[in-house]
């Protein structure tokens, strides 16, 4: 039995610009989500302390557009790339860490998924730490399917909250041969610090719908919509 040795390993990092173009908001363009909300009111464990109301009708809205969007493109693309490894008409391996909430890639067809910042479509239980599934609304009342308790929150994590699954994503980062960003402003760590930990040992590519303003650490940029960026890349990958 021989160890399966992929030719190139890559973890795309993926933010809300590659949501942007099915319909959801991304938070730092002009239109974005915190041009109209607070951050210290809705994405922190202060703010939810101080106003859990509010920070529940917060996520229940953002929550109840999943329902009316698709994925795009870009997130058929990449599932795309992950199915061309598995047929093995990709001798590679590619894993998806994204910062988004949403569960578009997974709806795309993407299975080697990580939600560093947590996702929409859960609720955690702060007495028992369930995890259910949910999709419809959560308020401060609604009790815990598992222990009974009123003690649900968004499985989402906060700013001041520790981000999931870093040691798995360490390590992936630590192995690959490509690191690419898709759609993220590249401003909240610990993603924003990821190519600084990559850029000796893999090809390190940006993808976003600006060019950037200061020069990046990133050896290419790819400067357009994700939608066509993405296609493209994956296109090239498989082709070469
Ligand atoms: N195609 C590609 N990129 C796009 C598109 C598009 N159609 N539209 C917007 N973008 C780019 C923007 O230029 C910007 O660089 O997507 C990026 C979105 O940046 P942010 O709004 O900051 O989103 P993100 O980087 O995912 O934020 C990271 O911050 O508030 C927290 O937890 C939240 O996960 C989020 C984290």
Redesign the pocket.
């Known amino acids: 039995m021989t160890q399966h040795h992929p030719a190139e390993r890559i973890v795309v990092l993926t ?4 949501s ?2 099915s319909g959801l908001e ?4 002009a239109d ?1 989500l915190w041009s109209r909300h607070n951050i210290e009111d809705v ?1 922190t464990p202060e703010g939810f302390r101080r106003d859990p109301m509010l920070v529940d009708r917060f996520y229940n809205g953002r929550r109840a557009e999943l329902a009316g969007v698709q994925p795009n493109a870009a997130h058929l693309a990449l599932a795309e790339l992950e199915r061309a490894a598995h047929d093995g008409r990709w001798n590679g391996e590619l894993l998806i860490v994204t ?2 909430i949403d569960d578009l890639h997974e709806r795309a067809g993407s299975r080697n998924v990580l939600h560093m ?1 947590g996702e929409l479509r859960r609720v955690r239980c702060t007495s028992c730490g369930a995890t259910p599934e949910w999709l419809d609304d959560c308020l401060p009342d609604t009790p815990c399917p598992a222990c009974h308790r009123p003690t649900l929150r968004p499985d989402v994590v906060w700013f001041g909250e520790v981000p999931l699954h870093m040691d798995r994503i360490q390590t992936a980062l630590a192995g690959c041969d490509r690191f690419v960003t898709i ?3 590249g ?2 760590y610990p993603a924003a610090g990821f190519v600084a930990e990559v850029r000796d040992h893999a090809e390190t590519v940006d ?4 060019a950037p303003q200061i020069p990046t650490l990133f050896d290419r940029t790819l400067v357009g ?2 939608t066509r960026m993405v296609p493209q890349w994956v296109t090239e990958l498989l082709g070469a």
């Open positions: 933010g809300a610009g590659i942007r173009e991304t938070f730092r363009d974005g994405c910062q988004n910042h759609g993220t402003s401003t909240v993808i976003n719908l600006d919509p994700a």
